[in-house]
C-alpha cells in the first residue's frame, strides 16, 4: 500500500529556516499536503500542492515537491517559537479522498 | 474561524463495552470523516460520509464500527464492543466538498482509552 515517511524530530533557533522533508512511494499521489498539530489541537491545514507543480509560496511557506523523487518538502522561513508543532505530511490520489499521513515530524524552535 | 467540535476529549471505558464519540461539523459542511491515531504511530483514514452514508471505509473499519448523523447536526462514531487495540486518538474532519481546493477541517480529537 502506499505509505509516506518523514523524519521525528528537527530543532531550529528562532530566526532560522526550517525545512520539514516527506517522500511517498504512491506514484498516483496528486494532492499532498501539510498539516500543523499544536499540543491539544486538531490538525490544522496549512498548505498543499498539486503533482503537477514544482513549487508553491504561501508567505513563510515553500513547498517543494520533486515527483521524480517523491519527495516533498515545507520551507518555514524566519521560524519563529509559535511554529513549534508536529508537521503531518499527507497524500492522497484524488482531492477529498482518504488521506494516507506520514507519521509527523515535531518541530522545535529554540529561543 | 469555524470549527469542528468533538466530545468528550478523553473517553476512558472497559473492554468489551460501547462507546460512542461525538462531533459537530461546520455547519454547512457535507463531507464527514473519521481517522484515529494509534499512540507513536501514524494517523489512519477509518470512514468517510456523505448524504448519510458511507462513502468510503478502510481494513480497520469492520463491523465492530459505525458512523451515524442522527439528527442533522452531530456525526457519531460508535465502536460496538470495544478491544484494547481501540485505544487512540479518534478526529473527526468535514469539508465542504471534495473539490480540488478542499479543505478538510479536523476537530481537536477524543483520546479513547480502553482498560
Known amino acids: 500500500g502506499e505509505d509516506v515517511e518523514q523524519s521525528l524530530f528537527l530543532s531550529v533557533r528562532e530566526g532560522d529556516s526550517s525545512v520539514i522533508n516527506c517522500t511517498y512511494t504512491d506514484s498516483s499521489s496528486t494532492y499532498l499536503y501539510w498539516y500543523k498539530q499544536e499540543p491539544g489541537a486538531g490538525l490544522q491545514l496549512l498548505t498543499y500542492i498539486f503533482s503537477n507543480m514544482d513549487m508553491k509560496q504561501d508567505q513563510r511557506l515553500t513547498v517543494l515537491l520533486n515527483k521524480k523523487d517523491k519527495h516533498l518538502s515545507l520551507r518555514i522561513a524566519d521560524t519563529q517559537t509559535g511554529d513549534s508543532a508536529i508537521y503531518f505530511c499527507a497524500e492522497t490520489p484524488e482531492a477529498g479522498n482518504m488521506l494516507t499521513f506520514g507519521g509527523g515530524t515535531r518541530l522545535m524552535v529554540k529561543p | 474561524e469555524p470549527e469542528v467540535t468533538q466530545t468528550p476529549s478523553h473517553q476512558v471505558t472497559q473492554m468489551g463495552q460501547e462507546v460512542i464519540l461525538r462531533c459537530v461539523p461546520i455547519s454547512n459542511h457535507l463531507y464527514f470523516y473519521w481517522y484515529r491515531q494509534i499512540l507513536g504511530q501514524k494517523v489512519e483514514f477509518l470512514v468517510s460520509f456523505y448524504n448519510n452514508e458511507i462513502s468510503e471505509k478502510s481494513e480497520i473499519f469492520d463491523d465492530q464500527f459505525s458512523v451515524e448523523r442522527p439528527d442533522g447536526s452531530n456525526f457519531t462514531l460508535k465502536i460496538r464492543s470495544t478491544k484494547l487495540e481501540d485505544s487512540a486518538m479518534y478526529f473527526c474532519?468535514?469539508?465542504?466538498?471534495?473539490?480540488?481546493?478542499?479543505?478538510?477541517?479536523f476537530g481537536s480529537g477524543t483520546q479513547l482509552s480502553v482498560l
Open positions: 474532519a468535514s469539508s465542504e466538498s471534495r473539490g480540488t481546493n478542499e479543505k478538510l477541517f
